[in-house]
Structure formats: structure tokens, C-alpha cells
């Protein structure tokens, strides 16, 4: 009948049952009757104390709510916590602790982050009615990407005087998943037909027979099955009909997570966000143009060791899956992105071009892409530190027919929205 409560043991607790207990013996041995009966009301008033707090907790609740699960960073949304009382009886008090995650900032409040559990406590008080239920709206800054999990919520109410406490936890949480900032790549867009490298090609090696996209005359060598019989009987003339290409151009993003050439020393948060959102930006730009798009990282997601993965495809949620990856990535690289790459690439289907977005480049990771250049592979490079120039393949200017250069040269990550690409000579 009664929830499951934790309790607070008060001295009152204690102290009045042992009072009534000893007014009610003395009254008895003296046989005195206010003696018996104070030791009577006592107890009575005791109990009913008791009784109102074990009944204080049934119907007692709250709920979270946010606007939006999913934010971009810069963005504000809405979190309201409500509390129900949903009994006849009222709650006179009732504190509510809800946890908030490092990271989020509640517009007008300043919360103290526990630097054990990176985490804050919002503390709110109430009181409530027979039947009623309260609730409050915070809004929530989107500072910084990543994904957060609110909660969990501790009610701690009691009986009206406060002789009795304790209070209920409840566990669930509520995910927040905040994306890195997407910015336009202009005003040196990517060409629509191919971003990167050479153009497309106008004969096909594979076709999806089940997908026709248009008519054309028919032509010798034409097989019989492609005859389109409506239209050639409408124009007296034999016409074929062209068929949508099985191989559809891919691109595979590669975002180097470390910001020293050895991954395992540290990282530089500010070089490390600023590649992150290049790299949200590029599949944003990619996925707009319905192209074919996989994210490969070498780091992780929180609580996991696995390299993150997502081949190319255009599904419709093959975006949002990237941002997620992007809003969920750890500071710190797993394992180096030379060998992620060469890890990588017999699994990777042939004509897919990589992107790397890096902010270091070293004489391995260099090396690295020489010898994907020379395998075929299209490879294209967006370095962000200018600091950092590739000596090798600036030399070797065979390699250069596969392999791209970019440098972000001109943008200012908090304030401007303009990602300059110049390609390096």
C-alpha cells in the first residue's frame, strides 16, 4: 500500500513515543489521570503524525518535459518540471531535487557543479493541494555539443509539523542531445555534381532495371527489354528506356579527434570543436545534396571504447545519425587516425571518396595518404590549423591527382558563419 520511502530519523521520532510511554507509566503506578491520558494523547497525536507521512508519498509524483530533444548548439529550449499530488490529502511541503549535467546552463540560475559527478542540483520547493499539480519552466542554453542525461528526481516531503521526512527517488532520465553547429560552406561552395575531384562520368557499369528515370531513342546494342512500348508506339519509333545507376557516388568523412601528432598526449579543446564542426558542417552540405554519406572517427561515444562507424548511405536519417555520433564524441582519440584509415579502406567500396578534416598533420598521417593516392583512392584533406602545413605531399606533386588539399583559412568559429576554402599550391 505504501511506496517504499527513505527515511530521515529526527530526535522528535524518538524522543515523544519515550515520552508518552513514560507519562503512561507513571500515570498508572501513581494512578494519576492526566498523567495517563497527556501519555494517551501523546501516542494518539504520535500516531496520526505518523499516518499522515506514510500517506504523504501515494499519489505523489513529478514529470519532465523538455521542448526539444534534439538542439543545436547557440539554441535554447524549454525544460518544465511539474509535481503532482493526485490525493485528497495536501502536501503541506515538498522539496524537489532534479540533477543537471555539466554542460547545460539554465538561463538566469547559477548552479554549483559537483566536481566529483559533474553535475548540479536544482532544488525547487513547493505546496501542494488536494489534486493539484505545479510546475516551473526553465530554459536550458545550448553552450555545448554533446548528449546529456537529466535526472534522476528526489521528492522529499513529511508530515506538516516536520516530525517525520524521507523521500523517493525516481530514476528515470531524460536525454538531451545537442549537435555541433552547422555552418554554410561558402562562399566557395562545393560543386553539386561531384564535391570532390573529378566529374561524374556519363556511362554506367550497373543499372537498377526496377527504377526507370527517363526515355531516350533506342540505340544499337539496346536490348529488347528495354524497349519502352508505350512511347515507342506513341512516337512510331523505337525507344529505350534509361534506368536509374546501382552506383551512386559516396563520400566517407574521416574526423580526426586528436589534436597532437601523438594522440595519447592531450588534447587542444578549442582546434578539437573547430574540426568537429567542420566535419557536422561537410555531411550537412553532403546530405543536402543527396549524396551517399558515412562518418568514421577515431574516437567515442561516453561509456564506450568502439571507434565510431557509419558507412555512406542516403537515408533520410543518415544525417541525423552523423550529428548524433558528432554531438556524442569524447575529447579523446582512441587510437590514431593513420591507422583507423588504413584499417579502414579494404572495407570501403571503391570510388568513394575520403574526406579527412584534421587539424595536425604529420609526416605518418601524411605518408598515409600518399599511399591511398597511389592505391586510387580520391582523397581530400581540410587542414584547420594554419600552423600546420603538409611538407611531403606539397613535394610530390604526383600524389596530387588524388589527393586534395584544403585549408581553412578565414573563420571565426564563434562569430561568423563563412568557412573559406583555399586550396593550397
Known sequence: MFPEVETTTTRFERFLPTVSVMCMFLGVIRDNRFLLGSGLLILAIFGLIW???????????????????????????????????????????????YEIPAGLILKGLRLMVEPSTQRASLRMYWSLGPRQTASRTFVIECHERG????????????????LFSGWIKQTELTS??????VLALTPHKLPAQQPFGEARSVGRL?????????????????SQRRIHW?????????????????????ILIF???????????GTIPALQEQAIRVASSLAFELADKRLGVGFIANGSLPRSDQELRLMPGRAPSQLMLILELLAGVTPFATSS????????????????????????????LE??????????????????????????????????????????????????NIISLVQQT
Open 51 to 97: 499516518l499522515w507521512w506514510k500517506l504523504s508519498f501515494i499519489g505523489l509524483s513529478s514529470a519532465v518535459h523538455l521542448s526539444e530533444i534534439r538542439a543545436f548548439e547557440g539554441e535554447e529550449i524549454e525544460l518544465t518540471i511539474s509535481v503532482s499530488n493526485r490525493k485528497i490529502l495536501p502536501a503541506f511541503w515538498v522539496n524537489l531535487t
Open 147 to 162: 548528449t546529456y542525461f537529466l535526472g534522476p528526481t528526489q521528492i522529499e516531503t513529511g508530515d506538516p509539523v516536520g
Open 176 to 181: 538531451l542531445i545537442i549537435y555541433p553547429k
Open 206 to 222: 550497373f543499372e537498377d532495371p526496377i527504377r526507370t528515370v527517363g526515355v531516350r531513342e533506342w540505340r544499337m546494342g539496346d
Open 230 to 250: 508505350p512511347v515507342t508506339a506513341k512516337y512510331q519509333a523505337l525507344h529505350s528506356r534509361v534506368y536509374e545507376p546501382a552506383e551512386e557516388e559516396q
Open 255 to 265: 574526423l580526426n579527434i586528436a589534436t597532437l601528432e601523438k594522440f595519447w598526449q
Open 337 to 364: 587516425i593513420e591507422e583507423l584509415m588504413m584499417a579502414e579502406a579494404p572495407s570501403i567500396p571503391w570510388g568513394t571518396t575520403i574526406v579527412l578534416v584534421t587539424s595536425v598533420i604529420y609526416p605518418d
Open 367 to 416: 605518408a598515409t595518404l600518399m599511399d591511398l593516392g597511389l592505391a586510387g583512392r580520391k582523397i581530400v584533406l581540410f587542414l584547420l590549423n594554419n600552423d600546420a602545413k603538409p611538407k611531403r605531399l606539397g613535394s610530390h606533386q604526383m600524389y596530387l591527382d588524388n589527393v586534395q588539399i584544403y585549408s581553412i583559412s578565414e573563420f571565426d568559429f564563434n562569430q561568423a
